[in-house]
């Protein structure tokens, strides 16, 4: 017997990378034979994520599909057992010893030009080399292996006869089927289109609350929104690398009314976010050294004149001849960043701020941003909880540092807090990064985003994981009944 299981899981987030919003079609046993799972501990993590767009920090990661590297196994002739040397009691080696060891390191080095030479590099084989080099296809060793893919529509997994797990798989069969718009995504599981959705936050969620036959789980993402501020010169916005015009900006949006007006609607005890790293409900972690900036247009307005920056006759400021008129970017067809981005353009412009709307596709957006593209972008870095990947992001020379954000003093902090194993140590530093950065605003934090995971009660076994992984990470365990 065949059952069809749809399930919508939406990501626009950057690991902290680009994931899209998925239906997915399930092919499934009616119920496990043996006790299912969904008993078990809930594991409380999971990532922020949103139809149709990328968030990053690992671009292109499939959730639920493990994969491993094959190397070949080394030729039985290459294999040596160690050999001692004989040392003098002074610990030199006699002249028989010194022979003895140019002529193994000569033998060692021979023995990995087969292994070795004209391989894939091992730093980036993980990038480039993810197939199986003799049949070209990709390798799995997860419960389920991808066996088709069709661009801008779907992905199928199967379920893996191979699995090496305590139980085999107990669907069959599972289609992620993409969708760019969140209002679609929401809507084909209102419509039963779809079985689940894993949606980033909308407002449309809170009127599926009580609707019969579903069930939704939220919890406190990893995933953290923020404001970005490029100050690069190919950004084409000069002001954005002086830290006192960020800090200005700061001054100029009210992130409290983003939280009341929109995100208080899905959670009342949802706060601001006041921290790069940690999440507010990282207890013990999280200190809020972002909380200064509190909506101000008379502290904007003190720190313009300061600089002699002058207002025009439209009341928008202007400095050293160059207008406070700003682009300001975010994921076209999410619709709640749509309506962050409404809400601070008319708080900006009442303090003498204009932000132009600058919207792409995530598709296009985050390639552009990733490029230096922009002037303000909007978007989320998702993580797991743990503070790594800091160096990548806002260290100088990071891969993720888009913004060319350069600041020695923060990047020695992060990459001694990656190298510091005592966690009291390490949190220490990276929270003096932070505070660092609340100084010069590379980019303004503002909202931990929660977690909304949505499906028909028949659905067993699923389960919220907060954290990058989402809620596939557990898909052998999954069944309907």
């Not at 987030?13 to 119920?31: D, G, I, K, M, T």
């Not at 391989?119 to 199986?132: A, E, M």
């Not at 999440?279 to 050294?289: A, E, I, R, T």
């Not at 900006?348 to 303000?376: H, M």
Request: net charge positive.
């Amino acid at each position: 017997m065949q059952q069809h299981l749809d399930v919508l899981d939406g990501r626009d987030a950057v690991p902290r990378a680009v994931h899209s919003e998925a239906r997915l079609l399930v092919r499934a046993r009616p119920r496990p034979e043996r006790q299912d799972r969904q008993g078990e501990a809930h594991d409380d993590r999971r990532e922020d994520q949103e139809a149709g767009g990328l968030e990053r920090r690992r671009p292109g990661h499939l959730p639920g599909l493990q994969v491993r590297l094959a190397t070949g196994d080394q030729p039985e002739e290459r294999r040596r057992k160690p050999q001692r040397l004989r040392l003098d009691q002074d610990d030199h080696a006699h002249e028989q010893g010194r022979q003895e060891l140019q002529r193994h390191l000569r033998e060692a080095v021979r023995s990995l030009e087969g292994p070795l030479n004209g391989q894939p590099d091992f730093n980036n084989v993980w990038l480039n080399d993810t197939n199986n080099p003799k049949t070209g296809k990709p390798i799995s060793d997860g419960p389920f292996t991808m066996t088709n893919y069709t661009k801008g529509q779907s992905m199928t997994f199967t379920a893996n006869p191979k699995w090496w797990g305590p139980h085999k798989p107990y669907l069959s069969k599972v289609v992620f089927v993409f969708r760019t718009n969140t209002d679609t995504e929401i809507q084909a599981i209102r419509g039963g289109e779809v079985d689940a959705i894993y949606p980033q936050p909308q407002l449309q969620l809170v009127d599926l609350k009580g609707q019969p036959g579903l069930k939704i789980e939220s919890n406190a993402g990893t995933t953290l929104e923020h404001l970005d501020f490029n100050e690069q010169l190919k950004g084409g916005m000069p002001l954005l690398r002086a830290p006192w015009f960020r800090q200005a900006l700061a001054y100029a949006v009210n992130r409290q009314a983003v939280i009341t007006q929109i995100y208080k609607k899905f959670n009342p005890k949802q706060q601001v976010l006041q921290n790069l790293t940690y999440g507010n409900s990282q207890k013990g972690l999280y200190v809020p050294h972002f909380q200064k900036y509190v909506f101000s247009p008379t502290k904007v307005a003190s720190i313009m004149t300061k600089h002699n920056c002058t207002k025009g006759s439209d009341g928008i400021w202007s400095c050293n001849g160059t207008k406070a008129t700003i682009k300001y970017g975010t994921t076209t067809g999410n619709k709640l960043r749509e309506l962050v981005q409404e809400i601070v353009q008319a708080q900006a412009k009442s303090a003498g701020i204009q932000f132009v709307t600058d919207n792409d596709p995530s598709r296009l957006f985050f390639p552009r941003v990733s490029d230096g593209n922009y002037q303000i972008a909007m978007f989320a870095w998702v993580g797991t909880g743990d503070p790594f990947g800091q160096t990548d992001i806002y260290g100088i020379g990071g891969g993720s540092n888009w913004k060319g954000y350069n600041s020695v003093k923060v990047t020695n902090l992060f990459k001694a807090s990656d190298a510091e194993l005592n966690p009291t140590k390490r949190t220490a530093l990276v929270n003096a990064a932070d505070a660092n950065m609340a100084a010069n605003v590379p980019t303004l934090p503002v909202v931990q985003k929660p977690t909304f995971l949505v499906y028909k009660t028949k659905i067993h076994g699923i389960r919220d994981n907060s954290t990058v992984q989402g809620p596939t990470d557990n898909m052998q365990d999954w069944w309907v009944g």
